[in-house]
């Protein structure tokens, strides 16, 4: 996939990287409007912030890969102080007793691949064009450290009223419920930074040029004359098929949204139906029983208009929705990755084919 | 004399409509007016207008029912807006983003005085965030008493803790008078802190606006020496009495679609049903639910400020009477632009060069309009144009009624011979008499009500929490005019919250009345 690599980020690039996130989101990772109202703010009053790759920043300084967690409802009452990235930065800082260097997005699709661009700003420090999963995951454990095998480090929460957990945990589980915890202390809503390392030790365990694509994706939507078109060159994406949603299936079970979309084609696709199963983000597409696309390679609903990405919530009956599907990074398709995040770590029983091969 | 008459009246963007009803509700008198540049002026018309035709029978007009575009128009163009002092409580949470701040300039340099974000708010459970600042608040006021027109109170969480809402604008009135004109966030909107901000600051911005509306509907009133109750319908369909209106002038954007549906509900007979309503420039579906618009959940952008208060979901297509026809015979394109106003000199029936949707009707036999005939070159393109306008159209009614065919259809508005017959995914169409009125008549046949939102825990307290939610609806309701002996609960939504400890739901409670007889 050929990529221009950014160098800074600018006010006016933020509404960009936010659509790209949300593409990124296949369905999940939280509505991005929110942050980018927030992000805008911070550049304004605190600057641009300067992409930079892992090997830019000084080898032994610390990168805090970061994530809000808790629940998107409460985030958009209950907004953030914007102090809590300099209290994490001080604990952190105090814990490993090194300097930080740079912020990463643990996460790239969604929100949380917005605000790390907010936390950045206001620290002055760079963002690494990177991030551990190249899309949206429900766990923190399916990122590219655990994958790498990479050790647990202390993880370090914070809220607004700058409280703040540290805390070192035995399993990628405990991580989850420690952190969790903190969340529900706080009114619901929290800051994390886990796999604090230093850059050196991060090259190779990460997903290159994140932001990048983001922004990239961002553009093409936004500004091409066919943005489905566009986008498909940019990700050597396949357009799984055009048309309408005919039925939408979603409950929410134990925190997640679970369920499906039926999409009927129009136009050239008259007469077929895609089906996508969904756990938080779009995992699998199938065409009379037979696999199109699965999860870890990405596959997003877009807006047949405008290219923009469809969130699970927002899918309506009779949407006119375009399905497009692309290959995940590399990373994920090695037998450790296969077994975190491929279709049977979501309790799907099939064999995972890469996109390419599939037709 | 018997004050049995009412009068309806609707201002949209190319008519001013009235209409006089009888206790009966039957039909008396009837008029549309186009709408002028300055809206009071169309009004005057369209009132005069009926009052004449009622000649003697004017004495026995007892109310006038006003549904009106001027907030919106005060909005869209920065236009005699009070200027705001914005008061956040909820501090250290949220103050990585002002009030205001993300507003477009313009709008901002019209209503913003000054800003302040302090303690005070509450967690989603009914935690203290922290200490309400109260003398924070009394600086705050002193500093910034460069003569605001009024004061904008928004709490963290106030949709369920409003306690220091309450406080605060008891501040402010120890300080800046009692008289100072106070809005209250938790009496506004819901959940979602920029939202609901922004829709408070809004309200308090057109105190004016709809101050001088009442004014100069009351010199139209008085001027053709009639005594009546003036009352503003809001934008789920009921009406506020003058000084609920004053309060909350905010709730009367969108009241015109809102009176259109339930003018389409009256006119039929039907309280579950498809609505659409078109215009010169666009056609609106909305849906009726027990005789109410269905509400939408999702923002609603407002002269560029995202908002989040009570508006019904509505489907705009841009089609109506006015939309230009271009392209080919083989491929014409329909819209998105209209003629507007301008129909009576541009449309080809009235010997202009412009084709248009109106001259498809005329010259398909479904309209009646125009002086002139058109020439037959024309004929083929505005007939394969209306073809692709049912395409339109059944996408729209594919996306309001989510797929369920046994609704009917009812097609109200100057151009509701746009929606043909025979269209799929409804039952049947409508096409009631009067219906190009129907706004109007919405208006005049209007209840009144209230209503009460929360979010609330299951367990020992959720009984008594909906008990309380729906003597307030009521209370609300009765304030806002309706008969304390007629007035009932007619909604109540329960949405679960996910990710709490505890299952919570956030619960709103509408309650409406039929008037007070006079």
């Known amino acids: 996939m050929s990529q221009k690599a950014f160098t800074q980020i600018t006010e006016g690039d933020v509404e960009d990287l936010a659509f790209g996130c949300a593409l990124l989101g296949t369905g999940g990772g939280g509505s991005v409007g929110g942050a980018i109202l927030e992000v805008q703010s911070a550049i304004r009053r605190f600057g641009p912030v300067a992409v930079v790759q892992l090997e830019d920043v000084p080898a032994d300084g610390l990168v805090m890969p970061i994530c809000g967690i808790g629940a998107p409802t409460i985030s958009y009452e209950m907004l953030n102080n914007g102090g809590e990235a300099q209290v994490l930065r001080q604990e952190v800082e105090r814990v490993f007793n090194k300097p930080v260097v740079a912020i990463m997005a643990s996460e790239i699709g969604g929100s949380n691949g917005v605000e790390p661009v907010m936390w950045a700003s206001r620290l002055g420090l760079p963002i690494v064009d990177a991030d551990t999963m190249g899309r949206a995951f429900p766990e923190v454990q399916m990122g590219s450290f655990f994958v790498g095998g990479l050790p647990l480090t202390p993880i370090v929460l914070v809220d607004f009223q700058g409280n703040v957990k540290t805390f070192t945990p035995t399993s990628g589980e405990s991580a989850e419920s420690g952190a969790r915890a903190f969340a529900v202390a706080a009114g619901g809503v929290a800051l994390m930074v886990d796999f604090i390392n230093p850059a050196a030790m991060m090259i190779g365990n990460v997903i290159i040029g994140s932001v990048s694509r983001a922004i990239e994706m961002g553009r093409a939507m936004r500004y091409a004359q066919d943005p489905i078109d566009q986008l498909k060159t940019l990700l050597g994406a396949k357009v799984l098929i055009t048309g309408k949603i005919s039925e939408i299936e979603r409950r929410t079970d134990s925190g997640f949204v679970r369920g499906s979309v039926t999409i009927s084609g129009t136009g050239m696709d008259a007469g077929r139906e895609v089906r996508i199963e969904i756990q938080n983000e779009n995992l699998i597409a199938t065409e009379n029983g037979r696999v199109l696309a699965s999860v870890p390679d990405l596959i997003s609903v877009l807006d047949t208009q405008t290219g923009a990405a469809i969130a699970t919530e927002e899918s309506k009956f009779a949407m006119r929705v375009t399905v497009m599907a692309w290959p995940c990074d590399s990373l994920w398709r090695s037998a450790q990755g296969l077994k975190t995040v491929g279709p049977r770590a979501f309790g799907y029983d099939i064999e995972y084919v890469p996109i390419e091969k599939l037709s | ?518």
């Not at chain 2, 009235?18 to 206790?23: E, H, M, P, T, W």
């Not at chain 2, 959940?297 to 271009?326: K, Q």
């Not at chain 2, 706004?439 to 367990?459: C, D, F, K, Q, T």
Request: glycine fraction near 10%; hydrophobic fraction near 40%.
């Open chain 2, 1 to 518: 004399m018997p004050l049995d008459l009412r009068i309806g009246m609707d201002v949209g963007g190319t008519n001013t409509d009235a209409v006089v009803l009888d206790s009966n509700n039957r039909i008396v008198a009837r008029t549309k007016q186009p709408t002028t540049k300055d809206v009071r002026q169309g009004v005057r018309s369209a009132f005069e207008y009926v009052i004449k035709l009622l000649d003697a029978d004017a004495k026995r007009v007892g109310r006038v029912m006003l549904g009106t575009t001027h907030a919106t128009n005060a909005i869209l163009e920065r236009r005699s807006l009070g200027r705001v002092a914005a008061i956040r409580l909820g501090a250290p949470a949220s103050l990585s983003l002002g009030p205001m701040e993300s507003w477009p300039q313009d709008l901002r340099d019209a209503v913003c005085v000054d800003t302040c974000i302090l303690g005070g708010g509450h967690y989603v459970d009914g935690r203290r965030i922290s200490p309400l600042d109260e003398d924070g608040i009394r600086t705050f006021l002193t500093r910034t008493a460069q003569n605001p027109d009024a004061i904008a109170i928004t709490s963290i969480f106030s949709p369920t803790s409003p306690v220091d809402e309450l406080r605060a604008c008891k501040i402010v009135k120890e300080i800046l008078g009692e008289n100072m004109a106070v809005s209250m966030s938790h009496e506004i909107g819901s959940l979602g802190l920029l939202e609901r901000e922004n829709a408070t600051i809004l309200n308090s911005a057109l105190f004016d606006v709809i101050g001088q509306v009442i004014t100069a509907m009351q010199d139209v009133v008085d001027q053709a020496g009639l005594t009546v109750e003036l009352l503003l319908t809001q934008n789920d369909g009921t009406l506020m009495a003058l000084d609920f209106a004053r309060r909350f002038p905010i709730l009367t954007i969108g009241s015109g679609p809102a009176n259109s549906l339930r003018g389409a509900a009256f006119l039929t007979g039907l309280s579950d049903t498809i609505v659409v309503d078109v215009g010169g420039t666009s056609a609106d579906f909305g849906v009726l639910v027990n005789g109410y618009p269905r509400e939408s959940a999702a923002a609603v952008e407002i002269g560029g400020v995202r908002t989040n208060f009570r508006m019904p979901d509505l489907l705009s297509v841009a089609i109506g009477g006015g939309t230009i026809i271009s392209g080919t015979s083989e491929q014409p394109i329909v819209g998105p632009k209209s003629v507007g106003y301008r129909l009576t000199s541009d449309a080809l029936v009235y010997g202009g060069s412009t084709p248009t949707l109106s001259d498809a009707l005329v010259v398909e036999g479904r309209f009646e309009l125009g002086t002139h005939t058109v020439q037959a070159s024309e004929l083929a393109r505005l007939k394969s144009a209306l073809r692709n306008v049912s395409e339109f159209i059944t996408d729209a009614i594919d996306q309001v009624t989510l797929g369920n065919t046994h609704l009917p259809l009812v097609a109200v508005g100057g151009a509701a011979s746009l929606i043909p017959d025979d269209i799929k995914g409804v039952s049947q169409v409508i096409y009631p008499e009067h219906g190009d009125i129907a706004n109007a008549i919405g208006a005049a046949i209007a209840w009144a009500s209230g209503h009460w939102e929360g979010v609330v825990p299951y367990g020992d307290g959720f009984n008594a929490a909906v008990t309380n939610g729906k003597a307030v609806a009521c209370q609300r309701a009765v304030q806002a005019g309706a008969d304390p002996q007629q007035v009932e609960v007619v909604e109540q939504i329960e949405t679960p919250l996910s990710y709490l400890t505890t299952p919570t739901v956030r619960l709103i409670i509408k309650a409406a009345g039929p008037l007070c007889h006079i």
